[in-house]
């Protein structure tokens, strides 16, 4: 099984719709990220989470929500979609503890391709 | 505004050349560094992380970093066609990765 898993892998909303992307993971890592992939743009950071009871915006958030349900669970959501969010979206995770040298990287879950018409 | 800069490609190279991946970086308190592949449509997977100055080798791949030019760069050795991938650069100035900046990706495809 996946250590990041996310459902859907892909979907087609409408605009105007409510969407839920979910994650959860078995690292048991405390730090969750949601990240959004375009075409020549890279990857973006929309929310993150350090533990349960914290959530901090990144770069992108608005359009966007998020809800951390436990260490384990991180959604995203987007309460009125629109075209502009049709994008590759991925989840991901780090582990707190650091390497003699800093911060370890990312795992990265296997993304929901998300289409809004 | 923290950059990451990479040359989109496609960087095309013979099988079993060596392919040479560059990546500039704008925030000079960057700690951390790392390489991602990623094949098309799927998640970025890490393959190499650099912390301080010179080479760091790990199988065919080697990385390379030179803080004071603010760059960093990515060998791969007797590439294969299974390396066709992109490789995303990303810098991180923090030990929280709430910090991370990607690249937009280089391109690499590597022809039979």
């Known amino acids: 099984d996946a250590d990041v898993t996310q459902t859907p892998r892909n979907r087609i909303t409408k605009t105007g719709k409510r969407i839920m992307l979910e994650c959860s993971q078995t690292?048991?890592?405390?730090?969750m990220y949601w990240y959004r992939q375009d075409p020549g743009l890279g990857l973006r950071l929309i929310y993150y989470s350090f533990d349960v009871k914290d959530i901090n915006k990144g770069e992108i958030s608005d359009g966007y929500s998020v809800s951390r349900q436990a260490q384990a669970k991180f959604s995203l959501s987007l309460e009125s979609a629109i075209p502009n969010q049709t994008a590759l979206y991925f989840c991901?995770?780090?582990?707190?503890?650091?390497?003699?040298?800093?911060?370890?990287?990312?795992?990265f879950g296997s993304g929901t391709r998300l289409t809004v018409v | 505004q923290k950059e990451v800069e990479q040359n989109s490609g496609p960087l095309s190279v013979p099988e079993g050349a060596i392919a040479s991946l560059n990546c500039t970086y704008s925030?000079?308190?960057?700690?951390?560094f790392f390489w991602y592949r990623q094949y098309s449509g799927k998640s970025p997977e890490l393959i190499m992380s650099?912390?301080?100055?010179g080479d760091k080798e790990d199988g065919r791949f080697t990385a390379q970093l030179n803080k004071a030019s603010q760059y960093v760069s990515l060998l791969i050795r007797d590439s294969q066609p299974s390396d066709s991938a992109t490789y995303l650069c990303?810098?991180?100035?923090?030990?929280?990765?709430?910090?991370?900046?990607f690249g937009p990706g280089t391109r690499l495809s590597v022809l039979p």
């Open positions: 650099i912390y301080s100055n």
């Open positions: 991901a995770t780090s582990d707190p503890r650091l390497s003699d040298r800093g911060f370890l990287g990312y795992t």
């Open positions: 990303a810098v991180n100035s923090d030990n929280y990765g709430q910090n991370f900046v």
């Open positions: 690292k048991g890592h405390d730090r």
């Open positions: 925030d000079r308190v960057s700690q951390s």
